[in-house]
């Protein structure tokens, strides 16, 4: 790459910044016309429509925004939208008012002597983030600063903010919000399939006979997903595996509330009975995959009597399961947070993996293995963020895969990194022990997120910079920044987003941005430019330039988007699932199916072509409940009107409405009576780690010795336990041991 020293008289920052009055201009840095409405789509009339993707979860609905003078006044679900087919959950259609809450951050903050963040303009604020971070490497070494990338912003962003920050200003720690919630899956995935591939279209929902959701609240948490189950015509059984009576476990068929932390053990029990009785796809198994004798002879202790005392359920009750199972001739099984955030979750996603492979239940129409995100664009993260693999789902440590981005790209080989950056925890592990000094945070509010907040929030202090860079100054992140970089939102930029079912879908700029914040892909190109970095940051005038680079760096991989032309065609065919190789792509016209699985022939992505069976040995998480503190905290989802750190979701009265703003606790009334506890009362739950006041909310959804609180809220993780997951490194946020205490 060529490195040039930045031009910064003041002639090169007025064209790139400043308008000919000195005042800041977005409209210059925005390029209108090139992008934005001046392009996308052609068909929008000023006072039409257009559609979008939504930009909340990673169901990805299309949603419809009605324009008037040029600006989006209003909303409505997508009636051809091959995902939502005219459906929408509260948060989408709250979508536009979240962008005018007061807090939005509108201008550059810079930390001033007496410790306050106080307004700067953005050529100051682009030199004190260089000139800090700079000095940080110099003294400490490149690897000294690092960053948080997000699933929450566009592809083409994350993809620029990948390269920027490692190709360009040298970093090698980066790491995204998705560690909290995909790790597991990628893992999993890539081990048994040899490419972080969920294989399933939304289709299938509609097509099983029997569905398997594994900790997976989908009617809360993937409403949108949930109406596609109810819209199944073929009568499905549906089996949910949760420690909690939840909202989709209600409308169960069958519902096994197993003991915390004992689904491996529950998993490997199914398949072996499935083994012992012959009820597997012995031809499936042959053809398509390799380690099943060894599985086999592994899992062969795992009876239906040890698992009913280890799971503490009913043996009937598990032996219907298995014979729901083997009955059905379209499974699906699905998994979310509750294997994911755990601390065997990898091996745990690669149990539900077996139980598909074994049974044939993959590739086919209403089967499959798969995993469900959370992010609008953790699937995009996971193959583009340029974080702990390599852009296109390459490896850093692979000679060859660096020779062809650097080839793909037009920079120097010897600028990629030639190991993976740390994960999360470690980057964390690495501010508390003085190697990482300087830290830029994207799109994501860790303060309030990260597991063991107490320790998160001193972690935070030590830092020497930190630069946060997001849509609301008012964030738990921001509160703690050095420096503030305002960025506009979905609706006020454009770009794209990877659902579940691995569709790319556009969203667009739509209404303006406020006060001076600018979109994220914008404040990269500053970012590039302030530091020196040269080409081809400096090529990479539009999110479009940047979607053509990526699609370049896919060729050839599992994820090959070569096939989709350009902006124009994802918006007219409402989205395309990867892969589309070109050639696949015939015509300016052609237009992929809609619907698209992946495994229909049974090749995977190993050398071999196989698929692969893992197993290890369940182990006990690493905190129980003990004397002192005898019930198991489990965390989760709590209304489908919240989302995360309801960074977001907290600025609709409309949303605010459709939930509690007091904290409550879920406690089962046999507790409750234990403890003398009455509906409401307010308590203190405590962990070995802190403490919070909850109200009491007693319902029989949790079992005797659990409790329940909701993620969104900003104590929860005062409690939770940091263990992570052996191989993906994803934190184990649904287990922790507290107590309840009542108010003297
Ligand atoms: Fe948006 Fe997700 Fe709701 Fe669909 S389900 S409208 S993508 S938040």
Not at 580 to 587: D, R, Y
């Amino acid at each position: 790459m060529s490195s040039t020293t930045p031009d910064q008289s003041p002639n090169a920052l007025q064209q790139l910044i400043y308008a000919k009055d000195g005042k800041l201009t977005r409209d210059l840095l925005l390029n209108p016309g090139e992008y934005g409405l001046g392009k996308v789509p052609a068909k929008a009339k000023p006072n039409g429509t257009t559609t979008s993707v939504c930009g909340f979860c990673s169901t990805g609905c299309g949603l419809e925004l009605h324009l008037q003078d040029g600006q989006a006044v209003n909303l409505s679900p997508a009636v051809d939208w091959p995902v939502n087919l005219g459906m929408a959950c509260p948060k989408g259609w709250e979508s536009l008012t979240i962008l005018k809450s007061s807090d939005r951050a509108t201008q550059p903050l810079l930390k001033g002597a007496d410790g306050k963040l106080a307004p700067v303009d953005w050529d100051t604020a682009m030199r004190s983030f260089c000139d800090k971070f700079k000095a940080i490497q110099a003294q400490y070494g490149n690897d000294s600063v690092a960053f948080l990338s997000t699933g929450q912003i566009a592809t083409e962003e994350m993809f620029f903010l990948g390269t920027l920050a490692k190709f360009g200003m040298g970093m090698l720690h980066g790491d995204g919000n998705t560690r909290q919630c995909m790790a597991t899956a990628v893992v999993a995935y890539k081990e048994a399939f040899g490419f972080d591939a969920p294989p399933f279209t939304y289709q299938d929902f509609e097509e099983s006979d029997v569905l398997v959701f594994v900790g997976s609240n989908l009617c809360i948490a993937h409403p949108i997903m949930w109406e596609r189950v109810l819209r199944n015509p073929h009568n499905p059984q549906i089996i949910v595996i949760d420690p909690r009576r939840t909202e989709t476990a209600v409308t169960a068929t069958h519902h096994l509330p197993l003991a915390p932390k004992s689904d491996l053990t529950l998993l490997y029990t199914i398949a072996n009975i499935l083994i012992q009785k012959g009820w597997i796809d012995a031809d499936y198994i042959a053809r398509n995959t390799t380690g099943f004798e060894e599985f086999k002879a592994s899992i062969k202790e795992y009876t239906l009597a040890k698992a009913a005392e280890t799971c503490q359920l009913d043996a009937d009750r598990i032996m219907a399961v298995v014979q729901a199972i083997h009955a059905g001739k379209r499974v699906s099984f699905w998994w979310t947070m509750g294997v994911n955030q755990s601390h065997q979750g990898v091996r745990t996603a690669q149990a539900i993996i077996n139980l598909a492979l074994m049974t044939g239940n993959i590739g086919r129409p209403g089967t499959g293995a798969n995993s469900i995100t959370g992010q609008c664009n953790a699937m995009g993260s996971r193959l583009f963020s340029n974080t702990t693999n390599l852009v296109g789902g390459h490896d850093f440590r692979s000679l060859e895969h660096r020779e062809k981005i650097a080839g793909q790209l037009d920079i120097p080989v010897e600028n990629i990194p030639t190991e993976n950056s740390w994960s999360y925890d470690r980057i964390m592990e690495g501010i508390r022990a003085g190697e990482i000094r300087g830290l830029w945070v994207i799109a994501t509010n860790p303060a309030h997120s990260w597991i063991h907040q107490k320790e998160a929030h001193e972690t935070f202090d030590k830092l020497d910079f930190l630069v946060v860079q997001d849509m609301y100054h008012s964030t738990e992140t921001a509160q703690r920044a050095d420096l503030v970089l305002p960025a506009a939102g979905w609706g006020e930029k454009e770009g794209t987003f990877i659902n579940s079912e691995r569709r790319i879908g556009l969203h667009k700029k739509v209404v303006p941005a406020p006060g001076q914040a600018l979109a994220d892909f914008q404040i990269f190109r500053l970012a590039a430019h302030y530091w020196g970095c040269g080409s081809p940051f400096d090529q990479w005038k539009t999110p479009e330039d940047v979607f053509q680079a990526m699609k370049r760096c896919s060729s050839d991989q599992p994820c090959d988007i070569t096939g989709i032309r350009d902006y124009r065609m994802l918006d007219d065919a409402r989205g395309i699932q990867w892969p589309l190789a070109a050639s696949e792509s015939t015509g300016d016209d052609w237009m992929p199916p809609t619907q698209r699985r992946l495994f229909a022939e049974g090749k995977f992505f190993h050398a071999d072509g196989k698929a692969r069976f893992l197993f290890e040995t369940p182990q006990p998480p690493g905190e129980q409940p003990h004397a002192e503190f005898p019930l198991r905290l489990l965390t989760g989802r709590g209304t489908a009107a919240q989302w995360h750190t309801q960074t977001k979701t907290s600025k609709s009265a409309v949303l605010r409405t459709l939930y509690s703003t007091t904290l409550l606790v879920d406690v089962n009334p046999e507790d409750a009576a234990k403890l003398g506890l009455e509906p409401h009362e307010e308590v203190t739950v405590e962990s070995p780690r802190g403490s919070v006041t909850a109200r009491v909310n007693i319902v029989a959804s949790v079992l005797p010795g659990q409790v329940f609180l909701p993620m969104h809220n900003e104590l929860t993780n005062r409690l939770t336990f940091p263990q992570f997951d052996t191989y993906s490194r994803q934190p184990s946020y649904k287990n922790g041991a507290v107590r309840i205490v009542k108010k003297k």
